[in-house]
């Protein structure tokens, strides 16, 4: 069973930076598509950013030139780096790996990690 596993969500101060990771196992990670979402609480799950196999990103209107995704096949991990963090950013965090539409499988979610931006 593929799980990935996200860490590094925590309390910060606004302003503040936290870098989550995602660890994915089980999969070929390379040819997957990666992405962050997030839901607030009360709120719909959204985007926040995604990375190709091919490395190319997207970002979230509100992640843009604050966020930045990255990813190291070999250690089959995903990377979110946030500053300039707001309170509106507080969310549970998910990673998502999405494989190459010819595949024809499934997508795979994680748990998600909590991410609490408060003074």
């Known amino acids: 069973q593929v799980q990935p596993v996200e860490s590094g969500g925590g309390l910060v101060q606004p302003g503040g930076s936290l870098r989550l990771s995602c660890s994915a196992s089980?999969?070929?990670?390379?040819?997957?598509?990666m992405s962050w979402y997030r839901q607030a609480a009360g709120k719909q799950r959204e985007l926040v950013a995604t990375?190709?196999?091919?490395?190319?990103?997207n970002y979230a209107d509100s992640a843009k030139g604050r966020f930045t995704i990255s990813r190291d096949n070999a250690k089959n991990t995903m990377y979110l780096q946030m500053n300039s963090l707001k309170p509106e950013d507080t969310a549970v965090y998910y990673c998502n790996a999405k494989p190459p539409a010819l595949l024809r499988a499934m997508d795979y979610w994680g748990k998600g990690t909590l991410v609490t931006v408060s003074s």
């Open positions: 990375i190709t196999s091919s490395g190319s990103t």
């Open positions: 089980g999969i070929t990670f390379s040819i997957y598509t």
